[in-house]
């Protein structure tokens, strides 16, 4: 079966909104390896609607191993407002994305990579279909900011499973559920 795996970058104090106003003074190579070895182990990715959207809008623009594999793999699309989603291999899930996604796992192939997309995230987790999660949590604190974890996300118990400091400070760390 294959496995939803999530990954995001996260704030010290829990916030995943808008990490590209406060994640790109820590990245450096290792992150991008811990990135890019997430991204191998996935033959399609999932979105949100918003994070489709910013995705779309930069990626098909950009050149390199990160562009090419987001401009070429598979990508479901969250949403029940786009009409369309015209980016490179994009399908549009409309209807209940819970259900297909279920399907989706049964089906042959390898890991669904999420990245971003916290309202979507956060639905996959309560629905207990996230198999993976790995957070690099960044040793900063915004203070304000939408946070990944809230009170619909309820009791979630969590195993690491592994975990790495990179120089810049960022935590890897690697979750499955309990």
């Known amino acids: 079966m294959r496995k939803i795996v999530a990954g995001?970058?996260?704030?010290?104090?829990?916030?995943?909104?808008?990490?590209?106003?406060?994640?790109?003074?820590?990245?450096?190579?290792?992150?991008?390896?811990?990135?890019?070895?997430?991204?191998?182990?996935?033959?399609?990715?999932l979105l949100g609607r918003a994070t489709y959207e910013s995705f779309a809008a930069v990626w098909p623009h950009q050149t390199g191993e990160m562009a090419d594999q987001l401009n070429n793999i598979p990508k479901l699309v969250a949403s029940t407002t786009l009409q369309t989603a015209e980016w490179n291999n994009s399908t549009l899930i409309s209807g209940d994305v819970i259900d297909e996604l279920r399907r989706t796992k049964e089906r042959p192939g390898?890991?669904?990579?999420?990245?971003?997309?916290?309202t979507l995230t956060r639905t996959l987790l309560r629905a207990g279909l996230v198999d993976e999660l790995h957070l690099m949590v960044h040793p900063i604190v915004l203070g304000?900011?939408?946070?990944?974890?809230?009170?619909?996300?309820?009791?979630?118990?969590?195993?690491?499973?592994d975990s790495t400091t990179f120089r810049s400070?960022?935590?890897?760390?690697?979750?499955?559920?309990?």
Do not use: C, K
């Open 169 to 178: 400070g960022v935590l890897n760390l690697h979750f499955q559920p309990a």
């Open 110 to 118: 390898r890991n669904i990579s999420i990245t971003g997309s916290i």
């Open 8 to 45: 995001l970058f996260v704030s010290l104090d829990g916030v995943v909104e808008a990490p590209e106003t406060w994640h790109f003074p820590y990245m450096n190579e290792e992150m991008g390896a811990a990135v890019m070895a997430i991204q191998a182990e996935a033959d399609t990715l």
């Open 144 to 161: 304000t900011g939408t946070r990944l974890f809230d009170e619909s996300t309820g009791r979630l118990p969590l195993t690491l499973v």
